[in-house]
């Protein structure tokens, strides 16, 4: 049997094991905010039809102020002038045995011979620790396991990943790859995948509980 892991898996785990347990053993899911859920869609959205060369200006006119802020920060973005690969790209590619990843990229640009993931980030503040976060290790890794697929041909050195924050204008992180990082995040995503799929017990972390879904149902 296929067992199937995206960034959330990974970093679900690593905030709490007992979170994940919560979350992908007994499927308990809460509802995201809806103001939350309804600004992220809207400027995944809006970036889409932007780089799909659609006339945005009848939907500019109807966002909320809130939307229109975000909107307003990314859409003079100089990335998205670049040569579009691909928009909302799903990927599947197998990681070892049985286990696979799982994602959506939100664009990939080409400028020049160098490809720039992007991932547009509409909370209040861009990760700490880039270079750190599952879903800039995974997309990296899928799409370059990809590039043959999509009729790409280029190094290690020529892919970079990018958090494009919306809540403020130029706001921005960058990680580039190399042939070194490849393998150590290959590494990184072998080890932990085993160890979830391993894992007979899930242990309580009790630092993140004060933003925790689950503290109510929870004995942490
Ligand atoms: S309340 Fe704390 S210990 Fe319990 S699942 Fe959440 S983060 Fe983990």
Redesign the pocket.
Known sequence: MITTFTSDHFETYQ??P??YY?KYKKGIRFALAKDTYKLGRSIHSLVDYKLRGLDLSKIEKDLDENTLRHWQNLKDEFLLDFEVVCTEWGFDIPLFDNIWLNGRIDAVFKDGGNYIIADWKTGSSLPLDPDDKYQAMIYMLAFYKAKKDLGLDFGPNNLKFVFVGTNKKGDKKEITCSKEKLLEIEKTLMSMAAEIEGAQEFS???K??KF????NI???
């Open positions: 905030k709490c007992k979170a919560f309580l972390n009790t993140n509980c925790c879904d689950f503290a929870c004995s942490g």
